[in-house]
């Protein structure tokens, strides 16, 4: 009986199992998982963020540079491609005509249609702009002398209106000044230049000295544009055939 006793004591009272607990998060667990997947998205819209303003930057000096090296492009072609012809402004008078502010002149370049295109009546103007000053050229289609009649107000600028067609060749400067050099025969790049030119004949250069407001080292630097005239012919003078 002893041995019956105790092998009945040793089995216990309550024989059923205990059950196990449910599988799943607790609330902290939770939270936790939540804080760390908005820490990722935050992070990961943050190092988009930086780049899209990395991008957005390099995007505006790239296109400051282009629009620094056309703006020498234009220059060169537009007022180096000028035309000794006459405007019709209650007389025959010169289309040439230059303040220290803005040029205006009849240019064998267009911008749309390059050297090949239709003669072309420009205006370049300097106008304050939304941070300085801007240097603006502004194109008519040149089709004769009384094509320029619209146009004709003296020396006082501007001779044309800015429109949507017209182009901003630089922006955010300080300074914008135009001189003309006197057309004398083997005339050294020092010679005597002018603030305004109103003479029958044209120039021997322009040139265009423009400050920026603010310079970078990733910029390019916007520099002094000298176009020299080579065309010799006086304005007033008409060709044998045409008299």
């Avoid at 405007?87 to 240019?107: H, N, Q, W």
């Avoid at 702009?129 to 801007?134: A, F, M, T, W, Y």
């Avoid at 012919?233 to 008409?238: D, E, G, L, P, T």
Wanted: hydrophobic letters at 45%.
């Amino acid at each position: 009986m002893g041995d019956r006793l105790g092998t009945e004591w040793s089995v216990p009272i309550f024989s059923r199992a205990i059950p196990r607990s449910e599988a799943g998060f607790t609330l902290i667990e939770l939270m936790i998982s939540i804080t760390l997947v908005a820490a990722l998205a935050t992070g990961m819209l943050m190092a988009m963020r930086t780049s899209l303003l990395s991008m957005e930057k390099v995007n505006a000096r790239l296109q400051f540079n282009r629009r620094v090296m056309g703006m020498e492009r234009v220059l060169t072609r537009q007022i180096g491609g000028v035309m000794p012809v006459l405007a019709d402004c209650g007389g025959r008078i010169p289309i040439f005509l230059g303040t220290p502010d803005a040029l205006r002149l009849v240019s064998s370049y267009s911008m749309a249609e390059g050297a090949r295109g239709y003669p072309q009546f420009d205006v370049f103007q300097v106008v304050k702009g939304e941070q300085g000053l801007r240097l603006v050229v502004t194109e008519h289609l040149f089709t004769g002398p009384s094509s320029t009649a619209p146009f004709c107000g003296g020396e006082q600028a501007p001779w044309t209106e800015i429109t949507p067609s017209s182009l901003i060749l630089a922006d955010r400067l300080a300074t914008c000044t135009f001189s003309y050099r006197e057309a004398l025969p083997d005339a050294a790049p020092s010679a005597k230049w002018l603030g305004s030119w109103d003479r029958a004949d044209l120039p021997g250069a322009v040139k265009i000295e423009m400050t920026p407001m603010d310079s970078s080292p990733a910029l390019l630097p916007v520099m002094n544009v000298t176009v020299p005239i080579r065309i010799t012919r006086q304005v007033r003078s008409w060709y044998d055939d045409l008299r």
